[in-house]
Protein backbone atom coordinates (compact mmCIF):
# COMPACT_ATOMS: atom_id res chain seq x y z
CA UNK A 1 0.00 0.00 0.00
CA UNK A 2 1.39 2.89 -0.78
CA UNK A 3 1.19 6.21 1.51
CA UNK A 4 -0.47 9.20 1.30
CA UNK A 5 1.25 11.99 -0.27
CA UNK A 6 0.43 15.85 0.64
CA UNK A 7 -1.10 17.71 -2.61
CA UNK A 8 1.20 20.92 -3.49
CA UNK A 9 -1.67 23.56 -2.98
CA UNK A 10 -2.59 25.48 -5.89
CA UNK A 11 -3.34 28.76 -6.44
CA UNK A 12 -6.83 28.49 -7.86
CA UNK A 13 -6.87 30.68 -11.34
CA UNK A 14 -10.02 31.53 -14.09
CA UNK A 15 -8.63 30.20 -16.40
CA UNK A 16 -7.90 33.50 -17.78
CA UNK A 17 -4.65 34.99 -17.97
CA UNK A 18 -6.19 38.97 -17.94
CA UNK A 19 -8.95 38.21 -14.87
CA UNK A 20 -5.46 36.09 -13.04
CA UNK A 21 -4.08 39.62 -13.07
CA UNK A 22 -6.44 41.99 -12.23
CA UNK A 23 -7.31 39.53 -9.04
CA UNK A 24 -3.60 39.26 -8.64
CA UNK A 25 -3.04 42.97 -8.71
CA UNK A 26 -6.48 44.17 -6.68
CA UNK A 27 -5.13 42.16 -4.00
CA UNK A 28 -1.61 44.02 -3.87
CA UNK A 29 -3.32 47.38 -4.29
CA UNK A 30 -5.80 46.63 -0.87
CA UNK A 31 -2.89 45.50 0.99
CA UNK A 32 -1.13 48.87 -0.01
CA UNK A 33 -3.53 50.74 1.09
CA UNK A 34 -4.48 49.05 3.94
CA UNK A 35 -0.74 49.85 5.04
CA UNK A 36 -1.01 53.57 4.21
CA UNK A 37 -4.69 53.53 6.23
CA UNK A 38 -2.34 52.11 9.11
CA UNK A 39 0.52 54.27 8.84
CA UNK A 40 -1.68 57.55 8.66
CA UNK A 41 -3.96 56.19 11.60
CA UNK A 42 -0.47 56.20 13.74
CA UNK A 43 0.59 59.45 12.51
CA UNK A 44 -2.99 60.98 13.56
CA UNK A 45 -2.82 59.28 16.87
CA UNK A 46 0.37 60.92 17.82
CA UNK A 47 -0.70 63.93 16.47
CA UNK A 48 -3.52 63.89 19.03
CA UNK A 49 -1.67 62.46 22.15
CA UNK A 50 0.75 65.66 20.79
CA UNK A 51 -2.48 67.87 21.12
CA UNK A 52 -3.08 66.80 24.25
CA UNK A 53 -0.14 66.77 25.95
CA UNK A 54 1.66 70.21 24.00
CA UNK A 55 1.86 73.30 27.15
CA UNK A 56 1.10 76.80 25.47
CA UNK A 57 3.40 79.81 27.30
CA UNK A 58 2.58 83.30 27.49
CA UNK A 59 3.40 85.99 29.08
CA UNK A 60 1.63 89.12 30.75
CA UNK A 61 2.37 92.61 31.75
CA UNK A 62 0.11 95.03 33.20
CA UNK A 63 0.68 98.22 35.49
CA UNK A 64 -2.74 97.79 37.31
CA UNK A 65 -4.30 95.41 39.79
CA UNK A 66 -6.83 95.04 42.29
CA UNK A 67 -6.52 96.69 45.56
CA UNK A 68 -6.68 94.09 48.63
CA UNK A 69 -10.28 93.60 49.98
CA UNK A 70 -11.74 94.65 46.78
CA UNK A 71 -11.94 91.45 44.70
CA UNK A 72 -14.09 91.33 41.94
CA UNK A 73 -14.45 95.10 42.46
CA UNK A 74 -15.85 96.55 38.28
CA UNK A 75 -13.28 98.93 36.49
CA UNK A 76 -13.81 102.41 36.82
CA UNK A 77 -14.74 102.82 40.60
CA UNK A 78 -12.46 105.09 42.81
CA UNK A 79 -10.24 103.20 45.25
CA UNK A 80 -10.77 99.83 43.57
CA UNK A 81 -7.47 99.81 41.63
CA UNK A 82 -3.74 100.41 42.74
CA UNK A 83 -0.49 100.85 40.33
CA UNK A 84 1.07 97.77 40.32
CA UNK A 85 3.57 96.81 37.89
CA UNK A 86 3.80 93.03 37.18
CA UNK A 87 4.98 90.38 34.62
CA UNK A 88 3.04 86.87 34.79
CA UNK A 89 3.54 83.79 32.56
CA UNK A 90 0.84 81.23 32.14
CA UNK A 91 0.37 77.90 30.46
CA UNK A 92 -2.92 78.12 28.53
CA UNK A 93 -1.58 74.87 26.46
CA UNK A 94 -3.36 71.35 27.56
CA UNK A 95 -0.27 69.59 29.27
CA UNK A 96 2.63 70.29 32.00
CA UNK A 97 5.89 72.81 30.69
CA UNK A 98 9.38 71.98 31.98
CA UNK A 99 10.83 75.71 31.82
CA UNK A 100 14.50 75.12 31.04
CA UNK A 101 15.70 78.74 30.39
CA UNK A 102 14.61 82.15 31.13
CA UNK A 103 15.59 85.35 30.20
CA UNK A 104 14.93 89.36 30.23
CA UNK A 105 16.52 91.81 27.69
CA UNK A 106 16.37 95.36 27.43
CA UNK A 107 16.93 96.93 24.41
CA UNK A 108 18.00 93.48 23.20
CA UNK A 109 20.72 93.61 25.64
CA UNK A 110 20.17 90.26 28.40
CA UNK A 111 20.32 91.78 31.76
CA UNK A 112 21.15 88.99 34.58
CA UNK A 113 18.06 89.64 36.57
CA UNK A 114 15.35 92.18 37.72
CA UNK A 115 17.66 94.27 39.69
CA UNK A 116 19.93 94.94 36.79
CA UNK A 117 17.62 95.44 34.35
CA UNK A 118 16.31 98.52 36.56
CA UNK A 119 18.95 99.76 37.40
CA UNK A 120 20.34 99.85 33.58
CA UNK A 121 16.96 102.13 33.28
CA UNK A 122 17.24 104.23 36.00
CA UNK A 123 21.22 105.52 35.15
CA UNK A 124 19.52 105.68 31.63
CA UNK A 125 17.04 108.30 33.27
CA UNK A 126 19.40 109.83 35.41
CA UNK A 127 21.56 110.20 32.18
CA UNK A 128 18.90 111.55 30.27
CA UNK A 129 17.28 114.51 33.18
CA UNK A 130 14.67 112.16 33.60
CA UNK A 131 15.81 111.69 37.12
CA UNK A 132 17.60 113.63 39.46
CA UNK A 133 21.05 112.48 40.33
CA UNK A 134 21.47 110.32 42.91
CA UNK A 135 17.61 108.02 42.66
CA UNK A 136 17.96 105.10 44.13
CA UNK A 137 14.57 103.58 45.66
CA UNK A 138 12.77 101.47 44.13
CA UNK A 139 10.23 100.36 46.95
CA UNK A 140 9.39 96.75 47.48
CA UNK A 141 10.26 94.81 44.36
CA UNK A 142 9.56 91.53 44.30
CA UNK A 143 10.12 88.55 41.75
CA UNK A 144 10.74 84.97 41.84
CA UNK A 145 12.37 82.61 39.65
CA UNK A 146 11.35 80.94 36.11
CA UNK A 147 13.60 78.36 35.02
CA UNK A 148 14.10 74.43 36.07
CA UNK A 149 10.46 74.80 37.18
CA UNK A 150 7.23 73.17 36.18
CA UNK A 151 3.96 74.63 35.27
CA UNK A 152 1.15 72.56 35.02
CA UNK A 153 -1.54 73.24 32.50
CA UNK A 154 -3.80 76.25 33.14
CA UNK A 155 -1.56 77.78 35.78
CA UNK A 156 -0.58 81.17 36.03
CA UNK A 157 2.54 82.26 38.05
CA UNK A 158 4.05 85.77 39.05
CA UNK A 159 7.28 86.68 37.80
CA UNK A 160 7.34 90.59 39.42
CA UNK A 161 5.60 92.43 41.55
CA UNK A 162 6.45 96.26 41.66
CA UNK A 163 3.97 98.66 43.68
CA UNK A 164 4.12 102.24 42.68
CA UNK A 165 4.46 105.03 45.82
CA UNK A 166 4.90 108.70 46.12
CA UNK A 167 9.32 107.61 46.58
CA UNK A 168 9.48 105.94 43.39
CA UNK A 169 6.82 107.07 41.21
CA UNK A 170 9.20 108.94 38.84
CA UNK A 171 11.49 105.71 38.69
CA UNK A 172 8.27 104.07 38.21
CA UNK A 173 6.68 105.84 35.56
CA UNK A 174 9.60 105.96 33.70
CA UNK A 175 10.10 102.01 33.64
CA UNK A 176 6.53 101.76 32.79
CA UNK A 177 7.01 103.60 30.00
CA UNK A 178 10.07 101.10 29.03
CA UNK A 179 7.46 98.40 28.78
CA UNK A 180 4.96 99.77 27.25
CA UNK A 181 7.35 101.00 24.78
CA UNK A 182 8.36 96.79 24.39
CA UNK A 183 11.49 97.45 24.98
CA UNK A 184 11.51 94.98 27.79
CA UNK A 185 11.48 91.59 25.98
CA UNK A 186 11.11 88.25 27.88
CA UNK A 187 11.98 84.42 26.35
CA UNK A 188 11.30 81.22 28.13
CA UNK A 189 12.46 78.12 26.69
CA UNK A 190 10.36 75.11 27.74
CA UNK A 191 10.00 71.43 27.04
CA UNK A 192 6.66 68.90 27.15
CA UNK A 193 6.42 65.94 28.55
CA UNK A 194 8.02 63.77 25.49
CA UNK A 195 10.61 66.44 24.93
CA UNK A 196 9.68 68.50 22.48
CA UNK A 197 10.53 72.28 23.19
CA UNK A 198 9.57 75.85 22.49
CA UNK A 199 11.17 79.16 22.68
CA UNK A 200 8.36 81.98 23.70
CA UNK A 201 8.65 85.60 23.33
CA UNK A 202 6.87 88.36 24.36
CA UNK A 203 7.08 89.91 21.04
CA UNK A 204 5.97 86.70 19.12
CA UNK A 205 2.32 84.69 20.23
CA UNK A 206 3.63 81.44 18.54
CA UNK A 207 6.46 79.53 20.29
CA UNK A 208 8.74 78.70 17.87
CA UNK A 209 9.50 74.61 18.28
CA UNK A 210 13.72 74.06 18.88
CA UNK A 211 15.37 70.79 19.04
CA UNK A 212 16.38 71.49 23.19
CA UNK A 213 16.62 74.38 25.46
CA UNK A 214 20.74 74.57 25.19
Given at each position: MLPDTEAAPEVHRTGHRLADLIVGFSAIFISVCSLGLAIHHGHTMERLVEANSRPFLEFGTSNGAARAGAPGAEPGGAGEFANVLSVSISNAG???????????????????????????????????????????S????????????????????????????????????????????????????????????????????????????S
Open positions: AGAARIDRFSMALDGRTAADWSELFRRLRDEAVAKHALPPGTMSGTLSYSSVADTYLKAGAERSILRWPRSEANAPLWDYIDAARQASRITLEACYCSIFDQCWVAQTRTFRPVPVKAC
